[in-house]
């Protein structure tokens, strides 16, 4: 059984500042994929990111950082100097890397609210 | 790329009736959509996953012959809620599976449709 834990439920910040979404994660399969979306209030999910359980490089996308250690299965997200538009509820998920297996499991969700 | 519509967007309902609403992947085929319901401040919840000429899978506790699902193309998948009642309401949200260009395994999800049912 897979299982993504969001440990945080809301989060709030002053514009300008970093902030650090957790994801932890559990799985028996040996391949996978993490995922990062965002939910805006309009309610569609963006995908962000996409790892693969191979690839333990940290990535950086302008302000958005992910570091993925695979030691305390983790995937955080960092986002540096937050805007407003930043204020989203943002979903960690881990789907098999196996052929079949595209079911997505998904974490409860961190409400970020960046304040201006 | 990567884009995937939702119609309609909101619709309101009375009890009995039923809705249809149709995911579109606009640009890549998609094997593989699935139909999600969300709840106010909840996670998504998986209802089904549709392939494109076969019968969708159900997800336990999802009832099949009230929620029908068609996958009639590579591009299109329809979700209809049949006799709608009060407690169908909610936020549902679809998404396919790129099937082989850019990022394959990952499902972009459509902008969700919001039911209400009177």
């Known amino acids: 059984a897979q299982k993504v834990t969001q440990a945080q439920t809301e989060i709030s910040v002053v514009e300008k500042e970093d902030v650090t979404l957790d994801c932890v994660y559990e799985?028996?399969?040996?391949?996978?994929?993490l995922f990062w979306y965002k939910q805006p209030p309009s309610g569609e999910l963006v995908f962000l990111i996409r790892?693969?359980?191979?690839?333990?490089q940290n990535e950086i996308s302008g302000r958005y950082s992910w570091n993925f250690q695979k030691s305390t299965s983790s995937f955080n997200f960092t986002i540096t100097a937050s805007q407003v538009v930043d204020s989203a509820v943002y979903f960690c998920?881990?789907?098999?890397?196996?052929?079949?297996?595209?079911?997505?499991?998904f974490g409860k969700g961190t409400k970020l609210s960046v304040i201006p | 790329g990567a884009v995937v519509s939702q119609h309609p967007s909101w619709v309101i309902c009375k009890s009995g009736t039923s809705v249809k609403i149709e995911c579109r992947s606009l640009?890549?085929?998609?094997?593989?959509m699935f139909w999600y319901r969300q709840f106010p401040k909840q996670s998504l919840m998986l209802m089904a996953t549709?392939?494109?000429?076969?019968?969708?899978?159900?997800e336990q506790g999802v009832e099949k012959d009230k929620f029908l699902i068609n996958h009639a193309s590579l591009t299109l998948s329809t979700l209809t809620v049949t006799s709608a009642h009060p407690e169908d309401s909610s936020f549902y949200i679809c998404?396919?599976?790129?099937?082989?260009?850019?990022?394959?395994?990952?499902?972009?999800f459509g902008p969700g449709t919001r039911l209400t049912v009177l």
């Open positions: 998404s396919a599976r790129d099937r082989g260009g850019g990022l394959t395994d990952t499902q972009y």
């Open positions: 799985t028996r399969d040996t391949t996978y994929y």
């Open positions: 790892r693969n359980s191979f690839d333990e």
């Open positions: 998920a881990l789907t098999p890397s196996g052929a079949g297996s595209y079911q997505l499991t």
């Open positions: 640009d890549f085929q998609a094997t593989t």
């Open positions: 549709s392939n494109e000429g076969s019968k969708a899978t159900y």
